[in-house]
């Protein structure tokens, strides 16, 4: 016998939210299926943070930083919510709707518990969505994962730091240091 998982779209899944199906669930929508989101621990919670509101002073009023709000990537009917998204101002018009790749500048994940599904999951489904830029910041093993260069299997690079800054793509002139990143 061979199981068939329903999926959603982002359509379907926007609906369920608005008959409160979800309520009270804290979830995702990844390639179409409603991810249960691992809790946050205090590591996690206080690194992801301090992270943002660091981000909020480099870069002031270019671009917006949004803590743990969804995205929604059409493409792979995929709605996630990121620990910091940084997109463009947009003001109002995110009344409408979350941030769409075009939006987006980079995005980035705090992992510990859901290393594996940051790592191969959703780098895959930010790759195809054409995210130019995706941080892994790995709790476990203190490195930041840098992904770039998207493609629809996937990025084509990969850096990983422990230390020193990185240089966002479309923020040149902006030096993020990886120890800031875990709220050091």
């Known amino acids: 016998m061979t199981l068939t998982l329903a999926k959603w779209t982002v359509a ?58 969804p995205i929604t990537l059409p493409q792979s009917n995929s709605e996630p919510e990121p620990d910091i998204a940084i997109v463009e101002r947009l003001g109002r018009d995110y009344r409408e709707h979350h941030p769409y790749p075009e939006n987006i500048f980079w995005l980035i994940e705090y992992s510990n518990s859901t290393l594996t599904k940051d790592l191969e999951v959703k780098s895959k489904i930010y790759a195809a969505a054409g995210i130019r830029e995706y941080w892994v910041i790995n709790l476990l093993d203190r490195e930041v994962v840098i992904f770039r260069s998207p493609t629809n299997a996937g990025y084509e690079s990969q850096e990983i730091l422990s230390q020193g800054v990185v240089v966002p793509l479309l923020f040149r002139d902006v030096e993020v240091s990886v120890e800031r990143l875990f709220g050091e």
């Open 12 to 69: 379907e899944y926007h609906q369920m939210i608005a008959a409160g199906i979800l309520v009270g669930r804290c979830v995702e929508l990844l390639n179409g299926e409603i991810v249960e989101m691992a809790p946050e621990g205090e590591f996690h919670a206080y690194s992801s943070d301090e992270a943002g509101e660091y981000l909020i002073y480099l870069l002031g009023e270019r671009a917006k930083v949004r803590q743990g709000k």
